[in-house]
């Protein structure tokens, strides 16, 4: 009888923590720029410095990440498990303005997305 009420109590931990890092909702769209994260963190920019900038920060192992219009950061992750980075996917958009759609997860504080998809922003936002 203590196995099952263990096993259940597991069983209700493990339901409660996918719940709480559930999307939020339908497929939504964030419109920014992809820059390095270390820029958006550590140097406070708005926007990057050049999209070569934000090329050569990747192709050196920093994650990319799309800082929106509203100032928040969103981590690009993958669905898939085992997870695989999504560098490759943003290269092509590395320092330009983007707007991606797809499921956004809040947990803690951070937000990621998975991207259905991203198309470079039309000029002018």
């Known amino acids: 009888m203590r ?3 263990v096993g259940m109590l597991v069983c209700m931990s493990m339901m409660l923590a996918i ?5 939020e909702g339908p497929a939504t769209k964030v419109k920014g720029y992809v820059i390095d994260s270390s ?3 550590v140097k406070n920019l708005k926007k990057p410095i050049s999209p070569e900038c934000a090329v050569n920060c990747a192709k050196a192992g920093s994650p ?3 800082l929106s219009d509203s100032g928040i950061i969103y981590w690009p992750i993958s669905a898939a498990m085992p997870a695989t980075g999504q ?3 943003l290269m092509e958009f590395a320092g330009k303005r ?7 997860y809040s947990k803690g504080g ?3 997305i998975v991207i259905a998809n991203i198309e470079k922003a039309p ?3």
Do not use: E, P, W
């Open 3 to 5: 196995k099952l009420q």
């Open 19 to 23: 719940k709480s890092s559930r999307a």
């Open 39 to 41: 820029c958006a963190f």
């Open 64 to 66: 990319l990440v799309i």
């Open 87 to 89: 560098n490759d996917r």
């Open 98 to 104: 983007v707007i991606a759609t797809g499921q956004v």
């Open 110 to 112: 951070s937000r990621a």
């Open 123 to 125: 000029d002018g936002k």
